[in-house]
């Protein structure tokens, strides 16, 4: 089995994990604990992208909150799952904003909050760094996420979930 094989073989993951975040979002009220013994606010906005694997056909929300409208709950139902969304984390006075793809696990169009320093040198260390805190963020998230999906409590989790999008 080649590298494409493999990626297009674990291609689900990406797209669960998305799945398991909104849930978890929604569910914990928007505050996740990571690994670290920290916790983050986590939420999707703007933009969510849904697609079926075995058809063409996505999905493509945006509002304010897509997450909340019925037409993304109802995707979920059709057996549409995320593929892209715009997502908001926040820990403490800090707060990043970016869209999350799911197949590829990658970020894009990152705002980071403001920067503290004035030093010109000093700005790219403290943008390089809190680059590297979103990183360790979504990696302590997924992280969590592989524990519980590779775990004997998937099947209670992979239940929640369904009666949560059945609600």
């Known amino acids: 089995m080649d590298l494409v094989d493999k990626i297009e073989r674990s291609r689900f993951l990406g797209r669960e ?12 009220e928007g505050v996740l604990p990571l690994p670290s013994g920290e ?5 999707l906005e703007e933009q969510l992208t849904l ?3 075995m058809e063409k056909a996505e999905s493509k929300l945006k509002a304010g909150a897509p997450s ?12 549409k799952l995320p593929t892209k ?3 908001r984390i926040s820990r403490g006075p800090q707060s990043w904003s970016f869209l999350f793809d799911a197949d590829s696990l990658a970020v894009a169009g990152v705002k ?15 943008r390089m760094q809190l680059v590297e805190d979103l990183e360790a963020m ?4 997924y992280e969590r996420f592989l524990e519980v999906r590779t775990s004997e409590r998937w099947a209670q989790e992979a239940d929640a979930v369904r009666a949560w999008v059945e609600a």
Do not use: N
């Not at 994990?17 to 914990?28: A, D, G, I, P, Y």
């Not at 409208?69 to 109802?74: D, L, Q």
């Not at 980071?112 to 403290?126: G, V």
């Not at 979504?138 to 998230?141: C, P, W």
């Open 51 to 53: 697609v079926a694997d």
């Open 112 to 126: 980071i909050p403001a920067l503290i320093t004035e030093e010109t040198d000093e700005k790219f260390y403290e």
């Open 39 to 43: 916790a983050c606010e986590l939420w």
């Open 138 to 141: 979504i990696g302590g998230l």
């Open 68 to 79: 909340a409208t019925p037409e993304a709950k109802e995707a979920l139902r059709q057996g």
């Open 17 to 28: 994990f998305l799945v398991w975040l909104w849930f978890e979002s929604e569910r914990l």
């Open 85 to 87: 969304a715009k997502m």
